[in-house]
């Protein structure tokens, strides 16, 4: 029997990486196993993907899935300039991003904020788990005010939530999924494998060694008791053609530039993904409350790409030849012209 | 009284008064006349209102280094008058304006008032322009004192000022109003003085600050990604490039660039950025200072250890911590060789001169890309921020060397199997890269900081640890026959009985001393200027054939001396440090007098 192949001719297992070494039951190998099946079913070619991560648990995953593409593991916190500078020398990479809270929220905040402000193309997954695992379960920067180690220590300071920070800085696709909530997960993985610019996906992923026990805020019980998707997501890739049309106002359809489409249909009424204030409200206001909100907050095309608005040739800048990278000699002889007194 | 076209004029005014511009016209005026000058800006870390000088020097043999001493001050700045005063020679002459009262203050010295306040009117009625127009009033007196060639002052002004008519107008009436008063007001001659050579000395040379010329260098090395946080004194070779790759850098078809230039949050993300592209397959680049170094060591011991190619342009400043940006050092050597934790090394490159900042920053990406790992241009505020005559710059002719990568067809020929990141296939200790984005599906690998073998798989296995870093340190052995020899001088066939080591732009104040050592002292002197780090086996050489030797370097610490000792496996004996360490570049007489004890307290 011939393994079943995806639009490109590949079968699942061309997405598979090395075996993981994380924990049993990590929320992170849920996102991983969704990540093979989302770029098997996506017909991602795999040497244009480029797995982009930092230090800790999550940013080993590079690892464990897609052996075919490149990956920079690279130092902690500072995976988005590495990103950056990738996809600018090479505009035709898909950058994806995968990081953790203490990553994204402690060492890297500064990179991780200018990488939105500059809407970076780069799809950018943090697996958040609201505690160090390496270091033995320390809070991380995301962990809920009120939240509980193991020990019972209650952590006393206020969260950063990459999600309320994505929407204040313009990002354009801000979504938080469960890793225990595969169908949301894959959906939004696949969105924002297609959007443009940078795509925040927020992965409640639970850490079942050190942050997984009652008091916690990131545990799949938690997880499980309170999620409450915003919104349902539909995602129907470029080579299929959308099915009937939906009757307008119950569902908002929102093309991306490589011809896919996004289908949003509410499900907790008067949330706008259109809207990013409200979104920003009404997450501030769940924050208040302890809810746990998911799905796709905000989506909004159309704002010009950090590689756009470099007005870079066609090709990659990686590939160029000498004859276009070395100007001519009489450009010398006009700046040395320049250079006479 | 010195000789005609041998002198040093200052010229102390308040930061952000617009006398740059003044300053420059002064310098091309001479330098259109055919006298060989450079010009220093010693500026204070402020937008304005602190004292600023610029410092011109001419020597008719063309000597570059910075000189004790003034000839001819322009004293405009109360604050820093009686500083001033002091540096002149007895027999100077000082042009002061005159509400500062300089006159009688020195008997050895000619000190000539000038109302500037009050001339300024007459040239301009705008209220607002005052302050920058006073300037040219002293480029018009200046240039008459010293016997400037009237046509040469206008040309340089009106080449200074192109398309700028209006402002042209003004400022030529400026100097024109300054130049009369002095023939009016002042006693002719002037014992400091020039006079146009029989030869233009400067026939086709240009006159480019260090940062403008390695900007330039990088271009035409096909620089495609520039990554930067501006620091003084990186900065305007950030700007410079930006200009340069703006007008030379776009494709001739669609206009659109063929590079980019990339203002990051700080040099964490400026040098992350480099990574990422060089990574890619771009050549990259940033520019920094100590303090940027030493926030990018982390990142640059990953590309180290990782083997991702870089160009690091390193425009020294003085001091630990933010020490004094405007103010010149050769002091981040030694954190630079080894710079990041465990055993990480990384190859310098020490440009002497523009013509240098242009050709080494061209090598230094050959080099990132030949050897996979990052170069440092070692460059300083002196030759970065500063005016330097040069010949023009060679065009590059040597194609671009863009290292060992595998493409499609070459990995296809390989097959499955046939491609692992750090293998040393041909034993010289270089493996094989690919670049990401590479079609096939095969070649992908995976780049980490962390422990890894040969084949780029994690390991805590020693043997395979061991295996490569290993292998690491063969390509440095393999590098270091790839970096330039020393540039020695030698005073006659047999070693001379003193050896001075230099590098960099300590250079101009140890060649200007070997004259001075020989002529009027009678000591013959070799030198030997090192290019680079690792050191070539010939600077090894010139340290054993010598028993009297100095380094000269700019730092507290005698860092290059530091890294020859723990280059060579015999002990390095009778090495004395010339060192400077003040922020302002060495002088010939310093490192003469500094030779002089040196014989005096020898056995």
Known sequence: MTAKVNRIGLPQDAYKGGKSTLCPGCGHDAVTASLIRVLFESGVEPWRLAKMSGIGCSSKTPGYFSSGSWAFNACHGRMPPVATGAVVANRTLLPLGVSGDGDTASIGLGHFVHALRRNVPLCYVVENNGVYGLTKGQFSATADRGAKLRGGEENTFEPVDVCTLALELGCGFVARSFAADKRQLETLLKAALSFPGTSVLDVVSPCVTFNDHEGSTRSYAWGREREHPVVEVGFVPHWEAPEVEIPAGEVREVPLPDGSLVRIRKVEEGFDTADAAGAWRRLREARARGEFLTGLFHLATGRPTFVEGLDLVEEPLALLPEGRLRPPRSALEDALDGLTP | ?603
């Not at chain 2, 220093?40 to 004790?68: M, Y």
């Not at chain 2, 001659?189 to 260098?217: F, Q, S, T, Y």
């Open chain 2, 1 to 603: 009284m010195p000789a005609p076209n041998d002198f040093v004029l200052k010229v102390g005014t308040v930061n952000g008064s617009g006398s740059q511009t003044a300053n420059l016209v002064l310098l091309r005026a001479l330098f259109r006349m055919g006298v060989p000058c450079s010009g220093k800006n010693l500026f204070p870390s402020n937008i304005a209102g602190l004292p600023t000088w610029f410092e011109i020097r001419a020597h008719p043999r063309g000597w570059l280094a910075r000189r004790r001493g003034v000839d001819l001050l322009v004293a405009m700045n109360p604050a820093s008058a009686a500083q001033d005063l002091a540096e002149v020679l007895p027999g100077g002459v000082v042009v002061y304006d005159e509400p500062l009262a300089l006159a009688g203050r020195r008997t050895d010295v000619a000190a000539h008032g000038v109302p500037f306040g009050k001339l300024v009117l007459e040239v301009c009625p705008e209220p607002r322009l005052r302050r920058l127009v006073v300037n040219m009033i002293y480029v018009g007196v200046v240039g008459r004192l010293l016997g400037l060639d009237r046509g040469e002052l206008d040309a340089a002004l009106a080449r200074m000022l192109r398309g700028k008519e209006k402002a042209l107008g003004l400022n030529r009436a400026a100097v024109d109003l300054g130049w009369r008063w002095a023939g009016d007001h002042l006693p002719a001659p002037c014992p400091v003085a020039v006079e146009r050579p029989p030869r233009n000395l400067n026939e086709g040379r240009i006159l480019v600050d260090g940062n403008a010329a390695a900007a330039l260098g990088a271009v035409f090395a096909g620089v495609s990604v520039f990554a930067w946080y501006p620091i003084t004194p990186s900065t305007s070779l950030g700007d410079a490039l930006a200009g340069y790759l703006g007008k030379y850098r776009r494709d001739p078809a669609t206009g659109k660039a063929t590079f980019a230039v990339l203002q990051a949050e700080d040099e964490l993300a400026a040098v992350g950025m480099a990574m990422g592209a060089g990574w890619a397959g771009a050549r990259a680049m940033t520019s920094t200072s100590g303090p940027g170094i030493s926030l990018m060591g982390e990142l640059l011991g990953f590309a180290y250890y990782a083997e991702v190619p870089c160009v690091v342009v390193d425009v020294q400043r003085l001091g630990p911590s933010t020490g004094l940006p405007t103010r010149t050092a050769q002091g981040d050597i030694l954190q630079v060789a080894t710079l990041s934790h465990g055993d990480t090394r990384h190859p310098m490159l020490f440009p002497s001169s523009v013509a240098e900042a242009f050709t080494m920053a061209g090598d230094a990406f050959d080099l990132a890309e030949r050897f996979q790992t990052p170069v440092f241009l070692m460059s300083d505020l002196d030759l970065g921020m500063n005016l330097w005559p040069s010949e023009p710059f060679p065009f590059p002719e040597k194609p671009l060397d863009r290292g060992k990568v595998l493409k499609e067809e070459d990995l296809a020929r390989l097959g499955k199997g046939g491609f692992f990141r750090y293998v040393d296939r041909d034993g010289d200790g270089i493996p094989y890269r690919t670049l990401p984005g590479t079609p096939g599906g095969l070649g992908s690998y995976f780049t980490r900081g962390s422990g890894h073998d040969e084949f780029g798989r994690y390991t805590e296995d020693p043997a395979g640890y061991v295996k490569n870093v290993e292998r690491i340190a063969r390509k440095w052995e393999t590098l270091r026959s790839a970096l330039p020899a020393p540039e020695v001088i030698r005073a006659g066939t047999e070693p001379a009985p003193v050896g001075i080591l230099h590098f960099g732009t300590t250079r101009w104040a140890v060649e200007e001393a070997l004259s001075i050592l020989r002529e009027e002292h009678g000591i013959a002197a070799d030198a030997c200027r090192i290019l680079a780090y690792p050191f070539h086996d010939g600077v090894g050489e010139f340290l054993r054939a010598h028993g009297d030797l100095y380094m000269v370097e700019q730092n507290r610490d005698g860092q290059m001396a530091s890294l020859l000792r723990a280059a060579n496996p015999e002990p390095v004996v009778g090495l004395e440090g010339i060192l400077r360490y003040d922020g302002f570049p060495p002088d010939a007489r310093s490192v003469v007098d500094a030779v002089l004890v040196g014989r005096r307290s020898a056995p």
